[in-house]
């Protein structure tokens, strides 16, 4: 089952090193990652997508709760949450591919004689099926940002 997993950690050098090294020791598999710093400077958000169950995800987050550099932990998949992913694509440029685009609810970007560029927000599976439709349009490049997150419940992620 997927899972994700958001945390506040120390923006330093190495936090994110020893985050993402955590996994590696034990095994788990990363799908998607993303950190930023937040509108604390001292502090960046990593929102990460894995693989497993409960059981797992409970023996993830007393780990990285463990770590120097980890303020704060929150597994969104046991509650309410809004998640949404940015993806962008290139494609061949043409007026079928542009109305495509369009008619799927993406936004272009850039376009020339040859190539077009657009962007699409939604959650991952809604983006797995627009790529899945774009395949058949001459799609030349994808690029995802991965799963970002934040919880629709009373919770938060601040300290």
């Known amino acids: 089952m997927k899972r994700v997993v958001a945390l506040l950690m120390e923006n330093q050098s190495g936090a994110l090193s020893r985050v993402v090294g955590l996994f590696s020791q034990r095994g788990y598999n990363i799908e998607?990652?993303?950190?930023?710093?937040?509108?604390?400077?001292?502090?960046?958000?990593?929102?990460?997508?894995?693989?497993?169950?409960?059981?797992?995800?409970?023996q993830i987050t007393k780990q990285l709760n463990k770590l120097i550099d980890v303020v704060k932990v929150l597994d969104l998949s046991v509650?309410?949450?809004?998640?949404?992913?940015?993806?962008?694509?290139?494609?061949?440029?043409?007026?079928?591919?542009?109305?495509?685009?369009?008619?799927?609810?993406?936004?272009?970007?850039?376009?020339?004689?040859?190539?077009?560029?657009?962007?699409?927000?939604?959650?991952?599976?809604?983006?797995?099926k627009i790529v899945t439709s774009l395949s058949e349009s001459n799609l030349l490049e994808v690029v995802r940002t991965g799963l970002s997150g934040i919880s629709s419940t009373s919770k938060t992620l601040t300290i």
Do not use: C, H, W
Not at 32 to 50: H, K, N
């Open 79 to 128: 509650e309410d949450y809004v998640g949404r992913e940015l993806l962008l694509i290139k494609l061949d440029s043409s007026e079928e591919a542009e109305a495509k685009v369009i008619s799927l609810g993406g936004q272009v970007l850039f376009k020339n004689e040859s190539i077009l560029n657009a962007e699409f927000v939604g959650s991952s599976e809604e983006l797995d």
């Open 32 to 58: 998607s990652l993303i950190v930023a710093p937040t509108d604390d400077p001292s502090l960046s958000r990593l929102t990460m997508t894995t693989e497993g169950d409960a059981r797992v995800v409970e």
